[in-house]
């Protein structure tokens, strides 16, 4: 037994207020996505949380940028019109304030609907700050919480740099950009990552003289070079976006001044978007006695979620593994799995799966171009430009790259900045979930005309450079009976 289960058996407490099975700290996907599952197994459980409650997609994520998105799509789809034969778009005009309490009352309904999910828990539903004083310990609002097993699901926040704390008027992040009661003229975005990409496009779309800023050369997580170069020059053609200079802010009067090397603009508000950091401090973690990473963040497994040997799990955005929300989820239940079980079991993880809600869509799937040496893929590409379907709807730009390993031609990974690539992205997390050949994923059927195809001729570029025969895509009766039959 390790020195951490050593401190669980040695420490003596005092002055208990609560026994429980389970707390859990974190009301957010996978602080109720661990309460789901506990209730499975116990009703002895607590919810800790400090501060308001509804989950960061449902709050200041996933929901209200989507909604705002969806507003600046409709809206400059009005530029497409003329060109199918449709008059009078140049006459649509925007209502920002219209716009943005839109997306306050979808944001609203979708919060009320997490509220649901903790109705009836009553006094099990504690409001506060919660503090480690042992590691079966916590301590909140002055009392004392007993616990067999304790969740960490605390989550995130925005990164903002101090420098730029005193500019707050002027500085604002995710979490405040949809409680504002309208949109300025002008506004800059620093960081161009999965928020930084879907704000600075969507704002622009809104009508907003929008100047982006990031100091790499990457947008939106990609690390394939050629998807990476067309999604920026996509981008560009609809804002200014300059990369591979850290941007600085100085405040300008009513304004504010921001500079990248020779480039600089002045602008009435900026977005700040690049990233987010784990709330972990406050937290008390150096009385678990755990091993801590860098960012403060205790090491874990995240096939149990389990830190260390100790009967802790930490879960969802806090523990920096991968920040998106169905892998909250999942790694909530498999926290609540472990944190009722008598010992925790090892999960197999999902094939990852990210998705960028640009126009085009910018999404990976599975094992990135830069996870890779490139002499142990193949890949295949298509580009956009001519694409049957792509061009009938106008939107004909974007490139997909899909990699398979080289010996064996099993699909491993892709990166894309595509026409409804959000749907690629699925069809292609299928096939490499499923462990697909490139050959088995031609024997899918592929419909005519649809953006789907682009994935089938990528593919079917990359049984041309394995070394086996390409031969027919569909299999031959006695194949398809031996299959059935294992």
């Known amino acids: 037994m390790g020195r951490s289960r050593e401190i669980v058996r040695q420490r003596k407490q005092t002055n208990m207020n609560q026994d429980v099975d389970v707390a859990i700290i974190g009301a957010g996907s996978a602080g109720l996505s661990a309460l789901q599952e506990v209730r499975r197994h116990t009703e002895n459980v607590v919810l800790i949380n400090d501060g308001a409650y509804g989950t960061t997609c449902a709050r200041v994520g996933c929901m209200p940028s989507k909604a705002l998105i969806e507003a600046a799509n409709a809206f400059h789809h009005r530029h497409r019109l003329l060109e199918m034969g449709i008059s009078g778009g140049d006459r649509l005009t925007l209502d920002r304030a219209a716009v943005l309490r839109r997306v306050r009352k979808l944001r609203d309904a979708f919060v009320a609907y997490v509220l649901e999910r903790i109705k009836g828990l009553g006094e099990r539903n504690i409001m506060g700050r919660a503090r480690f004083v042992a590691p079966d310990v916590l301590e909140v609002n002055g009392q004392r919480v007993k616990a067999r097993s304790v969740v960490i699901a605390t989550g995130s926040r925005p990164i903002v740099p101090a420098a730029w704390k005193a500019l707050r008027e002027c500085v604002i992040t995710s ?60 981008l560009r053609e609809e804002f200014p976006l300059y990369l591979g200079t850290n941007a600085v802010v100085d405040a300008d009067g009513a304004s504010v001044r921001v500079s990248a090397g020779a480039n600089a603009v002045i602008v009435d508000k900026v977005l700040v978007a690049l990233g987010r950091r784990p709330n ?61 079980s008598k010992r925790p079991e090892c999960f197999q993880r999902r094939t990852p799966l990210s998705i960028v809600f640009t126009d085009p869509n910018i999404a990976a799937v599975g094992q990135l171009f830069g996870e890779r040496h490139e002499r142990e893929i193949v890949i295949g590409e298509f580009d956009f430009s001519e694409q049957g379907r792509a061009l009938m709807a106008n939107e004909n730009h974007g490139w997909l790259r899909v990699y398979a390993d080289r010996n064996n031609g099993r699909l491993v990974g892709a990166e894309l900045c595509a026409p409804r690539g959000e749907h690629l992205a699925h069809m292609l997390v299928c096939a490499i979930h499923a462990r697909m050949t490139a050959q088995e994923f031609l024997r899918l059927p592929f419909y005519h005309p649809t953006v789907e195809e682009g994935v089938e001729s990528a593919v079917r570029s990359i049984a041309k450079m394995l070394p086996c025969a390409l031969g027919p895509d569909l299999a031959t009766c006695e194949s398809i009976w031996n299959e059935t039959q294992d």
């Open 175 to 234: 979490d405040d950009l949809f409680e504002l009661e309208t949109l300025p003229s002008r506004m800059a975005v620093l960081g161009l990552g999965s928020v930084g990409a879907e704000m600075a496009q969507a704002l622009s779309r809104l009508g907003i003289e929008v100047t982006a800023f990031d100091g790499v050369e990457q947008v939106a997580g990609l690390t394939d070079p050629i998807v990476n170069r067309a999604a920026v020059a996509i």
């Open 280 to 340: 972990v401090e406050g937290l008390g973690l150096e009385q678990i006695g755990a091993e801590l990473d860098g960012n403060g963040i205790p090491c874990f497994n995240p096939r149990t979620m389990q830190v260390g040997d100790l009967p802790i799990y930490i879960a969802g955005d806090v523990n920096g593994h991968r920040p998106l929300l169905h892998e909250a989820i999942d790694e909530g239940h498999i926290a609540g799995y472990n944190a009722s």
